[in-house]
């Protein structure tokens, strides 16, 4: 059975930094892209950043020269670097993955349980 778990959120002042991490576990043969999405109370669950196996990344613009996604293929991880953080940030942020599991011949896609980041002074 596949899992996410995402690790390092919490509150934050304004223009200061958090780091998210997200691993994932389980019986995996590969994984394909990763991101990370948030939603904030009473918005829609947007992308913030993803990035596929070959490092290609895309962000989204609100978070543009701000935010680095990053993973590690080794340990089957995704981070997420904020920087410069701003209270309009503040927003459940969860992330998932596109992951072929192991024994199976397709892709399925995964989202972790979510972690909390509140910016305020």
């Known amino acids: 059975q596949v899992q996410l778990v995402e690790s390092g959120g919490g509150l934050v002042q304004p223009g200061g930094s958090l780091r998210l991490s997200c691993a994932a576990s389980?019986?995996?043969?590969?994984?394909?892209?990763m991101g990370w999405y948030r939603q904030a109370p009473g918005k829609q669950r947007e992308l913030v950043a993803s990035?596929?196996?070959?490092?290609?990344?895309n962000y989204a613009d609100s978070v543009k020269g701000r935010f680095t996604i990053s993973r590690d293929n080794a340990k089957n991880a995704v981070y997420l670097q904020m920087n410069s953080l701003k209270p309009e940030d503040t927003a459940v942020y969860s992330c998932?993955?596109?992951?072929?599991?192991?024994?199976?011949?397709?892709?399925?896609?995964?989202w972790g349980k979510g972690t909390l980041v509140t910016v305020s002074s």
């Open positions: 990035i596929t196996n070959g490092g290609s990344t």
């Open positions: 389980g019986s995996i043969f590969s994984i394909n892209t």
């Open positions: 998932n993955a596109d992951i072929v599991p192991s024994g199976r011949r397709y892709v399925m896609n995964y």
